[in-house]
């Protein structure tokens, strides 16, 4: 999964593909910007920030937003972009299973299209720790906005697993859900059956 991002962040292949510093900001961020914003959830963590496009949306919201992401490529261009657009975001580079940060620190969690990067055997105890490790660095009471590709399993997509709502739910078991629904994000993919579950959770 590491070496994908790192490739597809890499300087050769930003080249290639302007699509990929050009994209606008998920439909999701402009969602979930709204949600913090109504219910006062202003200190976030982007999980699996990327190049930090929907970071710096949700700092343009008004928010104050830490991005992480295990790609060092990727953490690269969302520093540049920072000094660039003179963005007050921070970044750092951590895999999302062990964040680096400390109980409580985040009053919000925004995660768009992590959890189904994991795949093999391994899949469903890398989604725990991640799950998990989103729990302990979120406050009480703290909102995690959380989507996953959805789909039948069995059918997949080259290096991502699909959801069913039934996994979803299974997976959120132990969060208060507020909302859950399904809905179309085609991002920087240009593919019009790019689904995802989307769900905003409390803890």
Known sequence: MLTRWDEWYSDDNLRKDQRI???PPSRCA???ATEFLK???RRLLDLACGVGRDTFHLEKRGLSVTGV??????SRVAHATRSALQANAHFAVADARHLPFANGLF???YCFGLLHEFTGGHR???VEKVVSEARRVLSDRGVLVLTVLAGNPQDGLPAVQLFTRQMFEQMMADWHPIELKQFDDIGC???ADYSIWYGLFEK
């Open 124 to 126: 469903e105890a890398d």
């Open 69 to 74: 992401d295990a790609s060092l490529n990727g």
């Open 107 to 109: 009053d919000g969690i």
């Open 189 to 191: 993919t240009d593919r």
């Open 30 to 32: 402009e969602i979930a």
């Open 39 to 41: 219910r006062g959830k």
């Open 21 to 23: 510093l050009a994209a």
